[in-house]
Antibody, heavy 118, light 108 residues
Framework: EVQLVETGGGLIQPGGSLRLSCAASGFTVSSNYMSWVRQAPGKGLEWVSVIYSGGSTYYADSVKGRFTISRDNSKNTLYLQMNSLRAEDTAVYYC????????????WGQGTLVTVSS | SYVLTQPPSVSVAPGQTARITCGGNNIGSKSVHWYQQKPGQAPVLVVYDDSDRPSGIPERFSGSNSGNTATLTISRVEAGDEADYYCQVWDSSSDHYVFGTGTKVTVL
């Protein structure tokens, strides 16, 4: 059974850093396309970043240069390193597996809440 | 960047048909996917590649895509279909994934 479990969210001050983790089971992270999607309170879904099986990474303009997506193959885990956090980064962060055929998200984690506030 | 526009809300009586549109420039040339999200839960894929359904999704959910509009159709609407619905595409020109603005479906 495919499972994705995010951890690492919490309250952080503006300008601070946080690393989110997404532990996967039932499939191999490194063989798949993996993404982060966020949702600000009461708002819609916003794609954040993707890492392809070959290692290429892409970012939304709103986080480029501040966030870094990576994976640990030995732990079958996806990460999102978030630096220079802003109030507008406050959101529930979901990790999701993306199909590499027509680029949809077939499995999602339950999400972890990041609150950026002083 | 590519933009997908959805109506903020759609209201429908039980047993009737709900249609949710997703507008984008020449969206008919892209593969469109649809997600259902209930309060406090993660999104769930209900239609992929314009009109295919994942296993476990009722046949009442169907999709179409042509020109500048993609449509998710929910037939014989039930109270349990009340949720937010999002369309999504992959923009090959930027290698970015794009979500629509979202539509809240209310069952009267």
């Amino acid at each position: 059974e495919v499972q994705l479990v995010e951890t690492g969210g919490g309250l952080i001050q503006p300008g601070g850093s946080l690393r989110l983790s997404c532990a996967a089971s039932g499939f191999t992270v490194s063989s798949n396309y993996m993404s982060w999607v966020r949702q600000a309170p009461g708002k819609g879904l916003e794609w954040v970043s993707v890492i392809y099986s070959g290692g290429s990474t892409y970012y939304a303009d709103s986080v480029k240069g501040r966030f870094t997506i990576s994976r640990d193959n030995s732990k079958n885990t996806l990460y999102l390193q978030m630096n220079s956090l802003r109030a507008e980064d406050t959101a529930v962060y979901y990790c999701a597996r993306a199909s590499y055929v027509v680029y949809y998200f077939d499995y999602w984690g339950q999400g972890t809440l990041v609150t950026v506030s002083s | 960047s590519y933009v997908l526009t959805q109506p903020p809300s759609v209201s429908v009586a039980p047993g009737q048909t709900a249609r949710i549109t997703c507008g984008g420039n020449n969206i008919g040339s892209k593969s469109v996917h649809w997600y259902q999200q209930k309060p406090g839960q993660a999104p769930v894929l209900v239609v992929y590649d314009d009109s295919d359904r994942p296993s476990g999704i009722p046949e009442r959910f169907s999709g179409s895509n042509s020109g500048n509009t993609a449509t998710l159709t929910i037939s014989r609407v039930e109270a349990g279909d009340e949720a937010d619905y999002y369309c999504q595409v992959w923009d090959s020109s930027s290698d970015h994934y794009v979500f629509g603005t979202g539509t809240k479906v209310t069952v009267l």
